[in-house]
């Protein structure tokens, strides 16, 4: 996928880019594997907002994604790549010989036509298909992964993301992730073959603020611009720094840069290397 560049017509469309869509299928989406998009604003169930700079945005209808993809050792074909709103990368609307459709991530090169098939054993490594870590040659990109066997693909899922199959090694399978760290997965964890679709998404830039309000995402106030009673960072005249030891959050612990995972979670004896 290519991005589209656009004349500096305006202060907005200068610089301004955007996924070209004419690799999307012009079809409206399948009704069948749609459901309504409930927006919080970034709301709890107490009315409380727990996520800030959430709002707005343009309506969307959510793509339910086969991320599991079970039906094994039956070949689909791919009917359409659609751009989805909801996440970077595309989506893939496969159809099985029983009439039966469903969305998965697109990868890398997916065109209409082609064949995909999910499988507990042994199937070609062509981008798409499916199987256990264990009958992935190594070296192979994959997407998609399974962090428990049968729960469903749950990282490597955003555009342009791919991991790296190392080697099989005492009934685990060692996987370079795309941070850079190398990560114990179960050897009979599925993952689909491949580089997710859109790779040129971190390429895009919005151009004005209005592409970011369409995408839901309210102004960011720096918290050097607030007041002492607003945020850690507020206070002082004009244009100063914020005058501690470390940044904080609005709450003020530590902010840009400090560990925040356990130092007892129990998945650290699945990490060989940790990103760099």
Known sequence: M???LYKPTSPGRRGASSISHTNFSPRRPDRALTQSLKKTGGRNAQGKIT????GGGAKRLYRMVDF???RYDIPAQVVAV???PNRTAAIALIAYPDGEKRYIPAPVDLKEGAAVVSSRG???ARPGNRMPLMHIPTGLPVYNLELVPGQGGKIVRSAGTQATLMNIEGGFAHVKLPSGEVRMFPQDACASVGQVSNP?????RLGKAGRMRHLGRRPTVRGKAMNPVDHPHGGGEGHNPIGMKFPK????????GVFTRK???WTNRLIIKRRS
Do not use: I, N
């Open 249 to 256: 959050t609005p709450w003020g612990k530590h902010a840009f």
């Open 122 to 124: 042994h199937v070609d």
């Open 2 to 4: 290519s991005l589209t």
């Open 263 to 265: 130092k007892d979670k």
């Open 200 to 204: 040129d998404q971190r390429l895009e």
């Open 82 to 84: 659609e751009y989805d």
């Open 51 to 54: 996520v800030r700079h959430r």
């Open 68 to 70: 599991r993809q079970d």
